[in-house]
């Protein structure tokens, strides 16, 4: 039901021309006016967004964001400051298309609402002055042109006759504000061609007060924190050393405390319904990598309530006994028993029930991932000739570092593949700090024997080799890939200077280049010259001999 309360009509003149503009961008925008409260919707269609940033996201490119924004005091449009701490302010996805209809408790929930909803609460309190003053002044700008062209003869014609509200405004002008004689204008159709090419000429009355559509100014501002969303805390906003392609926590105590303690980021049920393969390897290497000890960061920095003899007390796991973590892990039960907790919804329940600790773990492992990691079950869409059929999509860049990666590919002759092979707990670091050059420093898994940079291969054996250092024994005990687990990546890499070794100049170095003239390896200095595209998993004691990459048959869709 919409009902306007109050003898002003500017608020609601401004909420329609508001949201015909929204509408005039492809979005989607709706109300609801009663006597305690005025609800505005507004959102856009995720099919617009990368593809990247909506997995990372945990958002559906068939649905739509929608936000909802609440002025209660008094209940007008843009009467107040909206406040997420006040519940003046939500985003959802949903696959609506009329607002004019949504309802809050039918719309989803996803990875990033919370934090969404924070920094739009944010924004509104650092502009909320400026943007109350273009509205105010936009309201008198639509009180003067109601003179000569009202709201509702505007919306009239608009429906009548399938023009802009731009058009229309133009009809009634010339009609002094007549509602039958501007219906005679446009039904003649010399003299509405003559009324679309004037408006086309004319700046419309929008346009006099730069930025004063509120419920636009929300929806780009979203759809901007969405697309950024990588480069940023998820709890504090503090910019991220490192741009990856999921949305994570930066390294605060404060900040992991409230992610693992307060849901946010992502559903772990979620993520172990629709990619247990991920999830499984995810847990397996988290658990090599603390009995290893020495790669075993990040750390799961999160805490539980022990109660024991009615004596409570916070637990948490030691940095100094690193293979705490990992003995926990054995006892957590298989993504195949884990999903049949989900469907009883009683996950948490059971987790908790083996330690306090477990439940939280598991979000820590699968939230602070930030690659897409994607089990491949098409046969038709994995690469030949790698001798295994356990592969996954492994994507690390965020869209912006894609589109420099491919400029990069542009300038020097294209792209090639290598592989790259590390022990299995050193994945855990790779999937949330990216593949990076740590020669020189306390993470270095190898000896730098021909210098600094990242070590590739062009024949999967040498690689597989390299991926069997580490505690590869020590795999999770439920996982689906056994207990012995190794991993190597087929990396694209960009095709920098001369293929003449005699003529290297650096950054990157091909097998027996003149800075290492008895390498059989490539190494890349420059982080950007490489990307990861996919990652090959073997178990037992597999034999890839006369497996090189530059054979391979690579999907298309691998490269951008």
Known sequence: QRRVHGGDTGPMTLLNEDIAEVLEHGAFAGYDI???ECSCWVGFPLSSLDNDILVA?????TKCIAIKLVFTDPPTYSSGCPSAKQKHIF??????????????????YFGLWWTLEQRLSEYFQVHWKEISARQTQMMDRLRERNKFADNQSISSLVEIHAVSRLVAMVALINSNNHLDKATDLLFDEQAKSRLIAEATLQSPYRRLVEGSNLLLNTLNYVKHRIEVCTRYCIVCDKPHPLQLLKPIVCSQDLCNFQFTDMG???NVEDEILRAPQAVDLMISMTTAASFSGRHFEPFPTV???LTENGVSKKISFDRYCPRQAGE????CPSTTTMAEYIHLNRLK??????????????RWIVGTNRCHLQYITDPASRVEGVFTDHQFVLRSTPPEKE?????????YKGTFYAFHGSGLGNWHSILRLGLKNYSGTMKQAHGAVYGAGIYMAVDGATSLGYAGYGNVGTCWNNSQFGASVKCIALCEVVNYGDEDGKKCTGKLHRPRCKHSTSSPHFRVEMEELVVTRYLFIYTGAPQIAEVFAHDLNIPKNASV
Do not use: M, W
Not at 349 to 362: G, M, N, R, S, V
Not at 403 to 411: G, P, Q
């Open 91 to 108: 985003i959802r996805q949903t696959a609506q298309r009329d607002f004019s209809k949504l309802v809050l408790l039918e719309c989803d």
């Open 264 to 266: 946010l980021g992502i």
């Open 57 to 61: 996201s945990g958002l559906d490119k």
């Open 349 to 362: 329940d059971e987790l908790d029930l083996i330690h306090p600790l477990l439940y939280k773990l598991l």
């Open 303 to 305: 805490e539980a309530t």
């Open 328 to 331: 926990l892990l054995q006892r």
């Open 403 to 411: 589109r420099a990666f491919k400029a990069l590919k542009d300038e």
């Open 34 to 36: 009663n006597s305690i």
